[in-house]
């Protein structure tokens, strides 16, 4: 199949990569841009975003409130400039939603309704209903078929970056439908992939979650910044770790242990339910630990209680959780609380980018999920993500067309060698290993050790013995060996291909956790208990080094007007 030269091409088809899709197709009409999914675009991860979406609309709000609210939250890691320039965008982008086609909720007088989330100071997260993913993106989706300049490949899965003379020069892609490897040259690659919450045993986060662009980034020398910080939502459902959104309780639902206490009095007094999501998964860990948790199949739970809230209630704003309730664990919240417990949810690091979504490597952009930008720093806060992916979405599909217009094509015969390369990479690795190895066993053994040492409280001990198995897990996956020798929709190697992604991003990411000794954010050390901010307020960049561990260097955190100060809610 021939492909032509994209100016801009995007890997990537939720949220961050519709938004930069349109922001490049906006920006010239003679631009022609690609947009690669490995699953159909409706389909990512963003489609199942519940909550809500930040951004400041009320008289009672204002862009510095929400831009303290989410430095603070972020332990003071984030960049302060970028913030700014966040709360700033944040608004003009969901009313740019709004006129797409986004269904936001709406007050008896017209205007958009805003909810509490954790570790917000006033209501500002914006909603449609607890499906707030959904109708952003299908917003998104619907918008972006109006531009005949964005070509689709859905179903297309990315195995690597072409990198000639230092440049960005495409990406080689499986078309899983038809079979077959090819080579889709581009001037500029923006990496929208997504998170890698699938390198942890328990998740919220889909299947398709597994770092695939943090490790393609990483690969062709890009450093992954600050990766050691992995976000527990203290809400999902045991067992699946289906989500039961914040709105539950920013829709006033209590948490209980198993005395009937509201124990966030004990840790969050002012917030209580409502404080930041890494303390109050630390709070279920100190209630675990003192014995007042519920035991079950599938480990120890606290409830979640919405029955005071009352049928219509539920009905209208939290809908969707009663439909998962009543479908994945047989109970219906308007008359029984919910068992949930904390599950891996959200990565504050990923591809580093400055402010407009530029990475070090010559033509590659990142943004969303999969990038960092600085934004969350060391905690993100809930309903900030949603408003992330659009503002600096944008942001990076603007910058990459610029860059592209004033780029030649890249040179066939360089593709050419690059993708037959590729072809002999894969085939060697995958179809023709004589190796004994089996996937699921890998993949177990990798979950058990990050769930060991990289979970909600680390020490030096955990994560050394986690980060010591690495070299193991790797020589085991080259021994990989797949039955399914086929070209049409192989399952199989798509599995084995993020299988390695992951293995990539979870070194990356132990190996950052390993050398912070400190508590700062979701990183909590009980081997380091304080923030230490003269040794480590500075992000974390990791740099792939061959058959060893992860070279790290650092960077210094932008501060603008918010001195560091203790966080306390
Ligand atoms: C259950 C859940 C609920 C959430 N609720 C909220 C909320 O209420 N508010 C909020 O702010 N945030 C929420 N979040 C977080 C937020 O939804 C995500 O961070 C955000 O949607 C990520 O968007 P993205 O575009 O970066 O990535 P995604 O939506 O994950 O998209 C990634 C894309 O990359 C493609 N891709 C990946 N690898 C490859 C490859 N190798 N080749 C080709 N394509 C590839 C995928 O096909 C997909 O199209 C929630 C997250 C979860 C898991």
New binding site residues.
Partial sequence: MDVPVHDVLI?????????AAIAAAEAHDRLSVGV????Y?M????????????AVMREDDNFDSHAYDTIKGSDFLADQDVVEAFVREARDEVIQLEHWGCPWNRDPDGRMSVRAFGGMSVKR?L?AA?K??FHL?HALFQTSLKYQRITR?DE????SLLVEDGKICGVT?LNLRAGGLHAIPAKAVII????A?RIFPF????A???G??MS?AYRVGCPLKDLEFVQY?PTGLPGTG??M???SRGEGGYLLNNKGDRYLKDYLPTRMELGPRDMVSRAFVHEERAGRVFSGPYGTYVHLDLRHLGEKVIDEKLPFVRELTKNYVGIDPVYAPIPVRPVA??MMGGVHTDIEGKTPVQGLYA?????CVSMNGAN?L????????LVF?ARAGRTAARYALEQEAPSNAALERLAREEEKRLQAQYFQSTGQERMADIRRDLHKAMEEGAGIFRTEEGLEKTCAQFPALRERYNRLRLEDRSQVFNTELIAA??LG?MLDVAEALVTCALLRQESRGSHARSDFEARDDPRFLKHSLAYRAEGGRPRVEYLPVTITRWQPEERKY
């Fill in positions: 890997v990537g088809g939720g949220g961050a990569g519709l938004r690669i999914s490995k699953v675009p389909r990512s991860h963003t489609v199942s975003a519940e909550g809500g979406t930040a997260t909603f607890d707030t993913g993106l490949y297309w899965f990315v195995t892609a929208c992939t997504g998170g919450g998740t919220t986060n889909a398709i979650k597994t695939d662009g393609l939502h289906i989500l959104t914040e709105a949810h959200y943004a969303g999920e999969a990038a993100r809930g309903s900030n993500s949603l408003s992330e992916i979405g291909l993020e992604f």
